[in-house]
């Protein structure tokens, strides 16, 4: 096996991805090849205060660039912060986009870019059918992805989910085009990242590789690297939780990230259907909300999933029993040991909305993929399970 502390090398899969510690030397490089010379940095008001923003900016004007900062995104973005970053890009004739940050900062850079040069609204844009093709594609500005987090892989995906404040919603918006041109997979970019953060966000990374696996269809590379994240998941997020500083285990962390985003081209389910609302309403965190929601949604696609569950268990080596139950018992006490909430009380959330919430869950892109159908009032039934501790 690689060192991961050490190693450095490239691949590309299904985009460019520089891997290995020390990589974002690497960012002017990439810029270039992609087209820019004015790149504007899109990230969010709390790595402002970082050093790993200097380290990026210092890189850039290294290699001879331009850059300027738009920090002013939500940890779930909305629709304003695009068009504040749209404004910013086009105001200093930006020419692209780097897009630095967990999810969100993640996400709004690549809307930001692919709606530079679009005249439609953005919500034209939307993540159904072929909505896609509205789109000018000569108006997508190119874009570099370098993530801070181990969680949402939005570095390797075409799309940016952007919360639509006046209904409250999380939408989905798509294009080819989308794709970052490279993603810089920097251990060093994680390595300041709060043990709570860091628990949170791979979880998500966990969430996307586990749907993407559970989801009903037929696409066994899907399928393959989805298992290989969940294995680098069980193997490197403790130790990523317990010592930060740990670059082997971060590395671990970004591949397996970037694995369950490439995954879940397959789909994903309940747990992001539950999720969305929630994080849109409440605010919550998206990587916190899935890993909550994990565990009841495991109980109700169980009697669908099991034989995978069997396959699952053997591959994670889980000792104890197998199947199903080794594979719940091993989110639970990941759960309890990196101090994740039983229940969505630990959230703040109580059941006022749940109807509300159910219909939105219903009608989430993601539930399509769950591997049982997902109905409204099934979903109600697992908010109240979620607030209760019901398995």
């Not at 690497?26 to 200097?54: F, H, N, Q, W, Y």
């Not at 397996?256 to 259907?273: E, V």
Request: net charge negative.
């Amino acid at each position: 096996m690689p060192d991961f502390a050490t190693l450095s090398t490239a691949w590309n899969y299904p985009t460019r991805v520089l891997f290995g510690a020390g990589a974002v030397a690497k960012l002017a490089e990439s810029c270039k090849a992609a087209g820019m010379k004015r790149p504007l940095v899109v990230t969010d008001p709390g790595i402002v205060k970082l050093p790993i923003l200097t380290a990026v900016l210092d890189a850039l004007k290294a290699g001879g660039l331009e850059a300027a900062v738009f920090s002013e995104v939500k940890p779930n973005p909305v629709a304003k912060n695009v068009s504040d970053g749209i404004a910013v890009l086009r105001e200093g004739r930006h020419d692209g986009v780097v897009a630095f940050g967990g999810g969100s900062g993640l996400d709004a850079g690549k809307v930001v870019a692919f709606m530079a040069g679009q005249t439609r609204p953005m919500w034209d844009f939307e993540d159904i059918e072929d909505w896609w093709t509205r789109a000018d594609p000569n108006g997508i500005a190119p874009i570099v992805a370098i993530p801070t987090t181990a969680g949402t892989g939005s570095e390797v995906g075409r799309a940016g989910v952007i919360t639509d404040e006046r209904t409250h919603t999380k939408k989905i918006i798509f294009h080819p085009k989308m794709m970052p041109s490279t993603a810089i997979l920097d251990a060093q970019m994680t390595v300041g990242l709060p043990k709570n953060l860091t628990a949170w966000t791979g979880f998500d990374a966990l969430a996307h590789c586990l749907e993407a696996y559970c989801a009903p269809g037929f696409h066994p590379m899907a399928e393959g690297i989805a298992v290989e994240g969940m294995r680098l998941v069980k193997e490197a997020l403790p130790k990523a939780v317990a010592d930060g500083s740990d670059l082997e285990a971060r590395g671990k962390m970004l591949v397996a990230s970037a694995m369950g985003a490439t995954a879940f081209q397959k789909g994903l389910g309940a747990i992001h259907s539950l999720s969305h609302p929630v994080g849109a309403i409440y605010d919550t965190h998206h990587g916190l909300t899935n890993a909550v929601f994990m565990p009841y949604v495991l109980a109700f696609n169980r009697d669908v999933i099991t034989d995978r569950m069997e396959r699952l268990s053997a591959w994670l080596g889980l000792s104890g029993s197998s199947g199903y139950d080794a594979v719940l018992q091993w989110v639970l006490r990941l759960r309890e040991e990196l101090g994740v909430p039983n229940t969505l009380a630990g959230l703040d959330v109580g059941a006022e909305r749940f109807e509300e919430m159910g219909k939105m869950a219903e009608q989430d892109p993601t539930a399509g993929s769950n591997p049982r159908p997902l109905t409204a009032a099934d979903a109600v039934t697992l908010f109240e399970n979620a607030l209760a501790g019901k398995l």
